[in-house]
């Protein structure tokens, strides 16, 4: 039994559950200062005898029905459910506020460094150039792309939870800015409006905070692709090229200042973000002047 694999998983699931209860936990909190459920003023929770006596209640009425086992299991499993969906439509909603942040693709990253270098690779052989080299070139590519999915893998855990949290600290600004606002308007909230603008503060310090943390990691994650590529590229250019061609093979795997490791954007469904939508539209109108002339 693999004890090391089992506490791993065991910690996922954790921070799995912890991630939806809080976020639903929060929801149901705010909800329920719409409805009347008892003493929700008093404090950040509603009245403890109110919940012992709903409980009490439910204990009683499945004693009655004699309800199941595989019955308290479906009422659990539904339970777990809405929890999830909550956390599921918060985290798609927020995948579409903007500004969302598009890391750039290892591929790109990769690419970045080589292309122009493979290039010289091939310059370097002129017309001894053979079939059996560009198989050599190829695999040697696979390689590089090899390690550059192996080092996506690893950063892909960390950077996919962050950005999670990302979406779903966006969602909940404009989530309790809104129930605010009809708080104050309709003034038929029964809980603590201070609760909400700490819930506010927080999301907004968290957006702050993941935002950073996203460029942070998808920086970290560029530099370990462009850094264990570039080695290798160089050390394979030394038993490739004469001495001249090296020096301009070292030059070409410079970084680029133009890409950067990750980006602010607008998200549009189905078209990827504003910039591509534009540019469709564009084309589109474009061929229909064409059409028309």
């Known amino acids: 039994m693999d004890v090391?694999?089992?506490?791993?998983?065991?910690?996922?699931?954790?921070?799995?559950?912890?991630?939806?209860?809080?976020?639903?936990?929060?929801?149901?909190?705010?909800?329920?200062?719409?409805?009347?459920?008892?003493?929700?003023?008093?404090?950040?929770?509603?009245?403890?005898?109110?919940?012992?006596?709903?409980?009490?209640?439910?204990?009683?009425?499945?004693?009655?029905?004699?309800?199941?086992?595989?019955?308290?299991?479906?009422?659990?499993?539904?339970?777990?459910?809405?929890?999830?969906?909550?956390?599921?439509?918060?985290?798609?909603?927020?995948?579409?506020?903007?500004?969302?942040?598009?890391?750039?693709?290892?591929w790109e990253a990769n690419d970045d460094v080589t292309l122009t270098a493979f290039d010289i690779l091939r310059e370097a052989r002129g017309e001894e150039h053979t079939d059996e080299e560009n198989q050599r070139l190829y695999l040697f590519k696979k390689k590089l792309r090899d390690i550059e999915q192996a080092i996506e893998a690893r950063y892909s855990g960390e950077v996919e939870g962050i950005a999670a949290a990302y979406r779903i600290s966006k969602t909940f600004v404009v989530f309790s800015v809104a129930t605010l606002i009809v708080a104050l308007v309709f003034g038929n909230y029964a809980g603590d409006l201070n609760v909400l603008l700490v819930i506010i503060g927080l999301s907004v310090l968290t957006s702050f905070y993941t935002a950073f943390a996203i460029f942070r990691s998808n920086y970290e994650r560029i530099t370990a692709i462009r850094h264990d590529v570039i080695v290798q590229f160089l050390e394979f250019s030394r038993i490739w090229a004469p001495q001249e061609f090296q020096r301009r093979i070292a030059e070409a795997c410079t970084p680029s200042r133009d890409l950067r490791p990750a980006q602010f954007a607008v998200l549009v469904p189905v078209f990827g973000t504003l910039d591509e939508l534009i540019g469709d539209v564009k084309r589109w109108r474009e061929r229909r002047v064409r059409r028309r002339a």
């Open 4 to 106: 090391e694999a089992l506490l791993q998983g065991v910690i996922r699931f954790s921070n799995f559950m912890t991630s939806r209860l809080l976020v639903a936990g929060i929801v149901f909190y705010i909800a329920s200062g719409f409805t009347n459920i008892g003493s929700a003023t008093e404090g950040f929770l509603p009245n403890a005898d109110l919940l012992n006596g709903v409980v009490e209640n439910y204990q009683n009425i499945f004693d009655v029905l004699g309800v199941s086992d595989f019955a308290l299991l479906l009422i659990l499993f539904v339970f777990l459910t809405t929890i999830h969906i909550i956390y599921v439509v918060f985290d798609r909603i927020g995948d579409y506020l903007p500004p969302a942040i598009v890391p750039l693709s290892g």
